[in-house]
């Protein structure tokens, strides 16, 4: 089961309410809306938090479960904000059997967050990917836009540090 | 409607345009086994247990969502198609937890009896990783044990489907899906209305009540207590299916003397306290007419419709009626009226109920549920659950005499016992309100426009020179769709009833649970509901207001209907709540 508690408290603006009421309005007697509807509303916080998802519920109607089944099938949707710097790691084959799977554990120790998490400050958020193109320097990890390679755990401290 | 004729094993068979394979067989009286399929509820073509071969398809096809085609030939029995069915049993027994000796659907679970049938073995062929999960036990009347969920969306689609809540779905994708609430919600966190309909379609032992059978057991067994029990109208027309009886017997007398045996100090009908609420309920049905009461006015004797208004209609809490339950009443009555006429003290008696009903559960613990300052019910059991203490307790059920209920708290009419059927409180409450209105005697008690178990029933009846407009709903989704109507301004009535699971009570959640292809092909609700209809006409007295003990207990105990003794014991509130509750 993927972790979906909430670290991060929900910090929705009001103008970010008008706008999800707003495209709720236009699409909601039409058939099939849900998934535009969650896809706006993840453009517009950036995730689908409990907050947002109730908001879809009661103004839809579509009971809470159902848009929850949706948000946890479809890879697309997160339940987690991403924080200011969005750590990935890549698991593909070149990079994990160059040990990248040590280098996320150490990320979630150090973190105290998991796959999908972002920490309760906003910072960091952690996710897993597949493949950046750079299996050459694999371990690969990149932060925001920044890549690092041929990584090592006892090296992670210090990159972290360098953000802080 | 056109015909279509296709080759099934060889045989011609007819059927009509658009039909599935499965349905086509059903009409030649070939049986292809099904696991997810529930006719009309869930037609989704998930657990692959109805494969069947079909000449020039690629692959093995579906048969419950399959159409026929002119000139198919159909094969459903072949080699092929066995193999195909073992082996989907041996893969969800490979996430299955295993446990059958121990597992309270053990020789009713629909999983165990298709490996049975099909030879398959529990050899862990395909062991390996479960799906993890944890038994939810958050609500106040069930528990979730996804280690025995096969995922095939029967609760998903009858919670969504027929009751219109859906506070379960499918969650996640792939190995890690469950069947769950939202966000880590225990199921007692979300808008559930405990109606147990989740149960009832439920082919293992994923989903159950909480069981109180142990705790009814060590309250008799304690000398120091006097333990009463009350049992629905409804749990006599369906208990003798857990001991092999056809659907539709009524096994009133061998329940009764199966609870004298269990040690019960006195056995009590649930009908009499029926007849309780007709008297208070038409009392304020007929207060609200004369006064100008808001209107229509609602039945509330089925706590998970209560539920159900309160979270999703909650602007209507104040159409609900304000008499308890039948159940309630009876408990109130018990601890008050029955201690002080027995001489018991009301804490030394134990009060339990045995319900068709899993929402009894939550009931109890409700607020304004506790007349006499303790609990008006102490223990709510299922059907299900007396049929297992029965079983418990070693008791033959077969082999038992028919025996009567005790007095003066098991006297009880006709109007009572039919209130375990769609129309049936309402048609009770008729023969009761009517007579008082006109002050004439009925001719004929019997309201038949309000029978049968079609999902919305309408009638208007002159009364006193005045249109009385009823409305019938069961199950809840039918009660949105009359609510709508009424809230609109589409519809106007002046007395609706409601009762939470398709059908009422005699198909309610706490009722024996019946395989799929039984549900599919049978009307388990019909046939339940005549026991209670052949019951009530076979009865001398048929009117609630003229059964002797709800007589003497106004006379000397009560006074009138809606006097303030009646209000204090046998009224309560409701809560306003939402749907999504953050």
Redesign the interface.
């Known amino acids: 089961?993927?972790c979906?508690?909430q670290k991060v408290p929900f910090s929705g603006t009001k103008e970010q309410e008008m706008e999800l009421k707003e495209t709720i309005n236009q699409l909601k007697d039409t058939k099939g809306c849900l998934m535009p509807i969650m896809q706006k509303a993840q453009e517009i916080y950036g995730y689908l938090p409990?907050?947002v998802?109730?908001m879809i519920?009661?103004e839809t109607g579509i009971?809470?479960?159902?848009?929850?089944?949706v948000s946890?099938?479809y890879a697309q949707f997160a339940l987690q904000p991403k924080g200011k710097y969005q750590i990935s790691v890549c698991l593909g084959t070149a990079c994990y059997v160059k040990g990248s799977g040590e280098i996320f554990k150490k990320l979630e120790e150090l973190l105290g967050i998991t796959n999908g998490e972002c920490t309760p400050d906003g910072k960091f958020s952690l996710d897993s990917c597949r493949c950046v193109g750079a299996c050459g320097l694999a371990p690969v990890m990149m932060i925001n836009d920044e890549v690092y390679g041929r990584l090592t755990p006892d090296q992670i401290p210090g990159i972290l540090a360098k953000y802080q | 409607m056109e015909n279509i004729t296709i080759k099934i094993n060889g045989m011609e068979v007819s059927a009509p345009k658009g039909s599935t394979i499965l349905e086509a067989a059903r009409l030649a009286h070939i049986e292809i086994p099904t696991l997810c399929y529930l006719k009309e509820i869930n037609e989704i073509g998930a657990c692959r247990m109805c494969v069947v071969e079909v000449k020039g398809a690629k692959s093995l096809v579906v048969s419950c969502v399959y159409p026929i085609n002119e000139g198919m030939e159909v094969w459903t029995n072949t080699p092929k198609v066995l193999d195909s069915r073992r082996k989907t049993l041996q893969l969800l027994l490979s996430n299955h937890d295993r446990k059958c000796l121990s597992c309270v659907r053990s020789g009713n679970c629909e999983l165990q009896q298709l490996c049975k049938e099909l030879g398959v073995e529990d050899d862990g062929y395909y062991d390996g990783e479960k799906t993890p999960s944890e038994i939810d036990d958050s609500a106040a009347h069930m528990l979730r044990d996804n280690s025995k969920c096969i995922l095939c969306r029967r609760c998903v689609a009858v919670c969504e489907k027929v009751q219109g809540i859906g506070v379960i779905g499918a969650n996640m994708r792939g190995f890690a899906t469950f069947i769950g609430s939202p966000f880590d919600m225990g199921l007692g966190e979300t808008s559930c209305v405990s109606c147990g309909q989740c149960i009832a379609v439920c082919p293992t032992g994923a989903l159950q009540e909480k069981d109180c059978t142990d705790q009814v057991l060590a309250a008799i067994s304690d000398p120091a207590k006097h333990v009463i029990v009350q049992t629905a109208p409804s749990v006599r027309a369906a208990l003798g299916e857990e001991f092999g009886y056809p659907i539709g017997t009524n096994t009133e007398g061998k329940m009764v003397a199966a609870l004298r045996r269990i040690g019960f100090d006195k056995v009590f009908d649930t009908d009499f306290a029926a007849d309780l609420t007709i008297m208070e309920e038409a009392h304020e049905f007929i207060e609200r007419v004369k006064n100008g009461g808001v209107l229509p006015l609602i039945t509330s004797c089925s706590p998970g419709w209560v539920k159900y208004c309160e979270h999703y209609f909650p602007d209507m809490t104040e159409n609900l009626s304000s008499c308890k339950s039948p159940q309630q009443m009876f408990g109130a009555i018990a601890k008050s009226y029955y201690a002080e006429k027995a001489g018991i003290d009301p804490k030394d008696i134990v009060s339990v109920s045995v319900m068709p009903c899993t929402a009894k559960k939550f009931e109890i613990g409700r607020d304004n549920q506790a007349a006499n300052g303790m609990p008006d019910v102490d223990f709510a059991m299922t059907t299900r659950e007396l049929a297992r203490l029965i079983r418990k307790c070693g008791i033959k059920f077969q082999n038992l005499p028919d025996e009567d209920f005790d007095t003066p708290l098991g006297l009880s009419t006709g109007a009572g016992t039919i209130f375990g059927a769609t129309g049936g409180v309402m048609e009770a409450a008729l023969r009761t309100a009517v007579e008082t209105l006109t002050g004439e005697e009925l001719e004929n008690v019997d309201f038949t426009e309000v029978r049968g178990t079609k999902g919305i029933k309408e009638a208007t009846y002159h009364v006193a020179g005045m249109d009385v407009k009823v409305a019938v709903a069961s199950g809840l989704g039918n009660a949105r769709e009359l609510l709508n109507r009424v809230k609109s301004g589409e519809a106007s009535y002046h007395f609706i009833e409601i009762m939470g699971c398709p059908g009422g009570c005699v198909n309610g959640g706490g009722q024996p649970q019946q395989p799929g292809w039984v549900r599919n092909t049978t009307d388990i609700r019909a046939l339940r509901a005549k026991v209670l209809y052949d019951d009530d006409k076979a009865d001398t007295i048929r009117k609630s207001h003229e059964n002797p003990a709800i007589k003497e207990l106004y006379e000397t105990y009560l006074g009138e209907p809606g006097s303030e003794k009646a209000h204090h014991l046998l009224h309560t509130t409701y809560v306003r709540r939402k749907i999504n509750e953050i």
Do not use: R
């Open positions: 089961m993927a979906t508690k409990i907050e998802q109730t519920s009661d009971p809470l479960e159902k848009i929850y089944g946890t099938f």
